[in-house]
């Protein structure tokens, strides 16, 4: 028995278990470095790599494969990635498969070269030499105009849109009147060219429609529970049913339907409430990424348990050192 290298077998296996246990942000990955390499970047990863240009600038390439600029830019964004190696993430996002992505992030040419940095957005409009590039993202882009993508203090819309939280399930319930929700994402360029457009809704039906907003991202379930796939989406609650808009995002367009064009559809009855699915189904709050976090410590835990038995079983197992010299001693003389 190999008591003392199982021993830090176990030892060394529990440790790092430990690490991931007690640091889940090693496990599951922090925001990747300026590695200076391209990094490929989808929906499922882009805004925790990101993470709104807090931890360091990105500068991302909305490219489709079949686009004879973008092809010629491919180099040109390789060397720009070694060249900003350790001070700003080069990356690319195939605009042709994220389609939602690109709709949220308002791409609507290729390629599409914008920078996030601190909260913000800086698009690209100059020549694409590596020099031009390389200034820009180095510092030349705070000359550039700017677009938040931090929520600002005041409701999407401004101080006449009801702001909707965790609790609008029974805000919509207990209205006396219809209200007529968008669903946005705080990156959005779309939702951000509708943004005063509602505002001004809001004032037009002020008496007889509540004009309300959700925060998609930061109220996820909700925004799944009612079906909502792109951004901005609006639609129309009156008593217990739901009708969804999908004219022109213009003041009078918007209003006729609040008013009396939604009457000509069908409509949908109340989603119900997040409280009454099955416990298995995401609470208010929780995200995929919350749930794979659970997933990870629970399977941290249950490895260290494992590593811990079997460790102690494997040391303490009996030996007889009599026994095992004769065997020894046979093999030679086998010779």
Not at 99 to 114: H, I, K, N, Q
Not at 183 to 197: A, I
Not at 224 to 230: A, F, K, M, N, S
Not at 309 to 328: Q, V
Request: net charge negative; aromatic share 8%; hydrophobic share 40%.
């Amino acid at each position: 028995c190999h008591c003392g290298a199982a021993r830090e077998l176990g030892t060394a296996c529990m440790s790092t278990l430990w690490l991931n246990v007690l640091f889940p942000a090693l496990a599951l990955g922090a925001a990747p470095a300026a590695t200076g390499e391209v990094q490929l970047l989808t929906a499922s990863n882009f805004s925790s790599s990101l993470r709104e240009g807090m931890e360091q600038p990105w500068f991302v390439e909305f490219y489709s494969p079949h686009c004879g600029h973008c092809k010629r830019l491919a180099p040109v964004w390789e060397q720009l990635a070694m060249q900003l190696e350790g001070q700003v993430s080069v990356a690319k996002v195939d605009a042709t498969k994220e389609e939602s992505l690109a709709d949220e992030w308002d791409v609507t040419g290729y390629p599409t070269l914008l920078l996030v940095a601190a909260g913000k957005r800086y698009d690209f409009r100059g020549g694409r030499s590596l020099e031009a590039l390389k200034s820009f993202a180095l510092g030349g882009y705070l000359k550039q105009s700017q677009a938040p993508l931090e929520p600002s203090t005041e409701s999407f819309g401004g101080q006449h849109v009801l702001s909707l939280s965790g609790d609008m399930e029974e805000v919509v319930r207990s209205s006396a009147k219809p209200m007529f929700i968008v669903f946005y994402l705080r990156g959005c360029g779309h939702c951000r060219s509708m943004e005063s457009t509602w505002g001004s809704l809001a004032l037009e039906l002020k008496d007889q429609v509540q004009v309300a907003s959700l925060d998609a991202q930061e109220f996820r379930p909700l925004t799944e529970l009612w079906r909502v796939e792109r951004f901005p989406t609006m639609k129309l609650v009156v008593g217990n049913r739901v009708y969804d808009f999908d004219g022109d995002r213009e003041v009078e367009d918007l209003k006729a339907f609040a008013l009396q064009g939604f009457s000509a559809l069908p409509g949908e009855p109340l989603p119900p409430r997040l409280s009454d699915l099955p416990s298995s189904a995401a609470q208010p709050g929780e995200t995929p990424r919350s749930n794979s976090i659970h997933l990870a410590v629970g399977f941290g835990l249950g490895m260290v348990c494992v590593a811990a038995a079997w460790a102690m079983c494997t040391c303490l197992r009996p030996t007889n050192p009599r026994s095992s010299r004769p065997a020894a001693e046979k093999e030679v003389k086998g010779d």
